[in-house]
């Protein structure tokens, strides 16, 4: 089913698909994250603890670093050293083969970061103590450049160091462009997006599969298809890691998933993109836009001609305008621009998966995913509350009579109090956030709309705010959390209300008065209220009211 924003649009889409985007995974060995498990796994390589001390550690990074440049120089793989805080984002791509059937290793970059470096201390008689250290030290991380078979280019991002951590980077678009390639489903793709898909059911069916509980299977086989012979190998030889019986665990650390709506042209895409932001931006608070100018016109049909697009950022000089804007909740971050010529993309993006409070371990990620999902199609229902809204006047008749709330009587809600104003524009910015509404948080926006301290409105008066719409059914309380949400029908009769308020009632009231008169040529909605003025103007007369 779709969304309320994409279903008001569909007229104008192509069609949709939903996609996991960037994957990240932490691989571990879950014996050496304690000090006895680390003792434990030196005796098996070893056979005893008298060489285990900090100087041997420091070895396995050196012995690593000799083993992989000498398997670079005989296999002729590039290893580029990059700066603590240089980009490398794209730097790889120079290195990419040629040979579309390539599989295997391709280039090794080597950057300084910070490592969770064991620390041993030795005390006593034979007294040993394993820890981390409390600062991470810099140490030398190897990113290992990979072309999969069946996940494109994937990263492994390896740390030398005892306990051998790594992240293994993934791409699902890649994954769904090499299956619709096997499926034979025609599709142009510009980087990681699918900027023409003829048949976009059948893309979004494999798509779909990313979310399926099979994928837990295909994220561990690719993991385990190259971490040991890759990577782990130049630490660890194979009869080494056989002798310890060390095996990886992985969870997700990071995870983004995309909703992509497929415009038919691509001027209409940035009317209606730039008209959302122009109505929406001011009411929902949103202080991150960035606009990138470029020509005006996209291009009116997508490779008619059998052109692959062009990409859109080249040396700082964009193919056609280009906004962003996102929305920061603690570690989560939606996002939404336009991708392409002619797609335009919803992003939840979780920085860290504790935010998501439902496990971390591999086994969640198609409910990591599902939880992403229900985000975007919450924020996009939001959104679609705020750019269409409606009130009737039955409802703001009835907002000032009191309420209820379990069976107990509430105040009602006094609109022309600018108080209560307020706490409506703190409730219509804070809706989007998919943690829900605390009360502290509603006391703080509220704060900064008044411009008062926390004196004058404190979490108590929140407290009491919410007590009242709730009783309006404007906010419901969420299950087994103390945090509330904004219903749908609240959102749209507070945001059409302010709307009317602020930018029609006002200014029309305004332009009857005859000490202002609008000595300028209006253009928009400032021509349209010109006219109603006038409008008014007779209606005035004709009640005899002052003008």
């Known amino acids: 089913m779709m969304d309320p924003f994409t279903e008001f649009y569909r007229d104008y889409l192509d069609g949709t698909y939903d996609c996991v985007d960037r994957i990240v995974l932490r691989a571990y060995f879950p014996l050496l ?12 390589l070893t056979g005893g603890d008298e060489t285990l001390d900090n100087t041997h550690l420091m070895r396995f990074s050196g012995h690593f670093s000799r083993r992989i440049h000498a398997f670079a120089r005989k296999k002729a793989i590039p290893i580029v050293a990059f700066e603590t805080k240089q980009r490398k984002d794209q730097s790889y791509e120079k290195y990419i083969p040629v040979d579309k059937n390539f599989c295997g290793l391709f280039c090794i970059f080597v950057n300084r970061a910070p ?33 999969d078979k069946q996940w494109g280019h994937i990263i492994i991002r390896f740390c030398p ?4 951590s790594a992240m293994i980077i993934l791409n699902g678009h890649e994954y769904v462009e090499r299956q619709a390639l096997r499926r034979s489903i025609p599709f142009t793709k510009v980087d990681n997006c699918f900027t023409t898909v003829p048949n976009a059911p059948a893309l979004a069916g494999i798509a779909d599969t990313m979310r399926a509980s099979r994928s837990v299977g295909r994220l561990a086989d690719v993991c385990e298809r190259w971490i040991y012979s890759t990577c782990l190998c130049f630490a660890l030889d194979t009869d080494e890691q056989e002798q310890t019986g060390l095996r990886y665990s992985y969870s997700v650390y990071q995870m983004e998933y995309s909703r992509n709506l497929l415009f038919t042209r691509g001027r209409v895409l940035d009317e209606v993109f730039n008209g959302v932001i122009g109505r929406t931006r001011t009411v929902l608070d949103i202080r991150s836009l960035k606009t990138i100018f470029g020509y005006k016109n996209r291009p009116y049909n997508r490779d008619r001609q059998g052109k692959r697009p062009r990409v859109e950022i080249v040396v700082e000089k964009p193919v056609y305008d280009l906004t962003v804007f ?12 336009s991708k392409g010529a002619h797609v335009l993309r919803i992003e939840a993006i979780v920085h860290n998966t504790a935010e998501m409070r439902c496990g971390r371990s591999l086994e969640k990620f198609p409910l990591i995913g599902d939880r992403l999902a229900a985000i975007v199609d919450e924020f996009l229902r939001k959104l679609s509350c705020v750019d269409v809204s409606y009130v009737d006047a039955q409802t703001v008749q009835t907002w000032h009579k009191p309420g209820m709330v379990d069976e107990h009587r509430t105040a009602g809600i006094d609109i022309n109090d600018t108080r209560q104003r307020a706490v409506m524009e703190a409730l219509i910015a804070l809706s989007i956030d998919p943690r829900g509404i605390s009360t502290p948080a509603l006391a703080q926006k509220t704060r900064e709309i008044l411009g008062v301290d926390q004196q004058h409105y404190s979490t ?14 404007v906010v419901v309380k969420m299950a087994k959390r103390r945090a509330y949400r904004v219903t749908d029908e609240g959102l749209r009769s507070m945001a059409a209300y302010l709307v009317l308020r602020d930018k029609v009632i006002l200014p029309i009231l305004a332009g009857t008065c005859p000490k202002q008169r609008n ?17 008014m103007k007779h209606i005035f007369k004709e009640y005899r009211i002052a003008a």
């Open 33 to 44: 994250q304690s000090g006895g498990g680390f003792r434990v796994f030196w005796r098996q």
């Open 115 to 147: 490592a969770p470096v064991l620390d041993v201390e030795r005390y006593g008689n034979g007294g040993i103590n394993i820890k981390k250290r409390t600062r991470m030290p810099y140490a030398n991380h190897y990113a290992f450049h990979i072309m």
């Open 161 to 164: 160091h005892p306990p051998f």
């Open 326 to 337: 996102k929305i920061h909740f603690g570690r989560l971050t939606v996002k939404m621009y």
């Open 460 to 473: 108590r008066h929140a407290a009491y705010d919410l007590r009242k719409l709730r009783g309006k059914q």
């Open 519 to 535: 000595n300028f040529t209006a253009t928009g909605a400032e021509l349209h209220i010109a006219n109603i003025q006038n409008e």
